[in-house]
């Protein structure tokens, strides 16, 4: 995604943008129809059926643009301004239409990044590495290599640096491994690197066999272990990284080019040499993994950022590719984002503004896109932008996709930490995508007790999971909770949530 390119695609933008404007592929943001309604009309004047969209009570002091599930159930928020932060809690019922907002801790002087790689830690940290503009930046663009954690414990921001020899990191892709350490791809090279949360410690890696560079592609975590990405300067061939091995290897083609073409055809210097010089290659959707292990990546526009979008389906048990549906309506998810909703439909940002879900055979409109989307514990939708809306979708997970609880201490003293056993505390998928940079994944373990006096909810900080990998099935998993000081005692309900999926709840008592 790159600043000129949102002006090349701004031309198109039919209605009001709720954000700072289309980004690279033309992603576009209006303004939702009046609460209340039961109808809308979109961007194209054509109309939909408006399911489960409100606005929230309380609104964000600023605009927002990005946002994270922390592991105590609360939402980090980032400003549009870049350099102020958030916080977002729930209602004493747990309700997010309803919540308090408070700022928290600034970034380190210096650091205000936009369009960074980031993931929320197997600690219950995040951590965002580079960015494709900061503060102060004197080029077209500025891919920082600046990086910071923040600990929501002691509200304070870290700065952990970057790879040896990294001097730009910018808007690269990203993904966690299974082990909990921050997979990056260089955007600019083939090359990649770690991040270990417990040595505060950056490695580059093996990445012997990649195709082409990391610029643009989204990085999906498969059951496996290993990462799939669809190429865009190579498009439409897809590769697979082991991260054991430190490999790329091809996946095949996609069948369909998912890529748009980049209308540059002059390089955007990012730096003050002359070979400071880097050509977009175009942009491609966001991809999603689902729960019966197929991974669905959507298209770009066909001719340069418009026109329709391709998708096409990748199935991690036989390794084929096949044809998906297009996007209706012309419409595309270029540089846009991706949701995997509890009943294993992925709700997919349309750059017309348009939200579709696809249930893993057709696209069904179902309303408009006005923010960046968050997935949460209840299994809504929060969509950040100028004003914040709460989207509630339909239908439930089956059975077999839930979380479950082998063992937890049945008596439960207030400050104190404990860990909890059992299967599948990872969900089945990273459940958020974009094209290539803003990671939001919610791929770890929320603990969520509730009082059965007074109805009240609370969610105990998780920390230290087992794993970070997706789909485990019957395998042991593990992750430590700390119960919150100021929660009622008495009788309640522990449930374990996984990417808006909870588990069957058990009985505690809180003292």
């Known amino acids: ?52 969209v409100s606005v929230l009570a309380q609104q964000p002091p600023v605009g927002m643009q990005l946002a994270f599930l922390m592991t105590d159930g609360s939402v980090l928020a980032q400003s549009q301004s870049s350099n102020t932060w958030y916080k977002y809690v729930p209602d004493s019922s747990g309700n997010y239409s309803n919540g308090t907002w408070t700022q928290v801790a600034t970034l380190p002087s210096g650091y205000a990044p936009s369009a960074f790689a980031s993931a929320v830690m197997a600690d219950g940290r995040l951590a965002i590495s580079g960015g494709e503009y900061n503060v102060g930046g004197q080029f077209d663009l500025q891919l920082t290599n600046k990086g910071a954690i923040y600990d929501p414990k002691k509200n304070t921001w870290t700065s952990i640096g970057h790879p040896k020899g990294w001097q730009w990191i910018g808007d690269s892709p990203s993904s966690v491994l299974p082990d909990g350490r921050l997979f990056i791809g260089q955007k600019l090279t083939e090359q990649g690197a770690v991040f270990d949360e417990k040595s505060m410690s950056w490695t580059i890696v093996g990445t012997a066999g990649k195709s082409d560079f990391n610029a643009e592609e989204g990085f999906t975590l498969l059951p496996d272990g290993k990462i799939l990405t669809a190429d865009v300067k190579n498009a439409p061939n897809s590769e697979i990284y082991d991260p054991v091995a430190g490999k790329w290897s091809s996946a095949g083609s996609t069948i369909v080019d998912l890529h748009s073409p980049s209308p540059f055809h002059q390089c955007l210097t990012y730096g003050p040499k002359p070979k400071d010089c880097y050509l977009p290659p175009g942009e491609i959707g966001p991809q999603m993994l689902r729960p019966d292990g197929t991974v669905f990546v959507t298209g770009s526009g066909s001719n340069g950022g418009g026109g329709v979008g391709h998708t096409a389906i990748y199935d991690t048990h036989t390794g084929k590719w096949k044809v998906g549906p297009d996007f209706p309506n012309g419409d595309n998810a270029g540089d846009s984002f991706a949701v995997l909703l509890p009943s294993g439909n992925v709700l997919v940002f349309g750059v017309s503004g348009t939200l579709y879900e696809f249930d893993g055979t057709k696209f069904t409109q179902t309303g408009f896109a006005s923010g960046v989307p968050l997935l949460l514990p209840t299994g809504q939708v929060l969509m ?128």
């Open 1 to 52: 995604m790159t600043r000129l390119l949102k002006a090349v695609s701004s031309v198109v933008c039919m209605a009001t943008i709720a954000l700072t404007g289309c980004s690279g592929g033309g992603h576009l943001m209006p303004s939702a129809p009046a609460t209340g309604q039961n109808h809308g009309v979109d961007a194209f004047g054509r109309s939909y059926a408006k399911v489960g």
């Open 384 to 511: 950040i932008g100028n004003t914040v809306q709460l989207y509630t979708p339909a239908g439930n997970p089956q059975s077999g996709w839930l979380p479950t609880i082998a063992s937890v201490p049945t008596k439960l003293s207030r400050g104190s930490s404990y860990t909890v056993t059992g299967t599948q505390f990872n969900g089945l998928s990273q459940a958020e995508a974009f094209g290539d940079e803003y990671q939001t994944q919610t791929n770890y373990p929320l603990v969520r007790i509730t009082n059965k006096a007074s109805g009240h909810v609370f969610y105990a900080r998780t920390h230290d999971h087992s794993t970070m990998a997706v789909a485990t099935g019957s395998m042991p998993v593990s992750t430590h909770f700390d119960v919150p000081a100021n929660m009622q005692t008495g009788a309640a309900t522990l449930e374990v949530v996984a990417n808006g999926i909870a588990s069957k709840p058990v009985a505690v008592t809180v003292q």
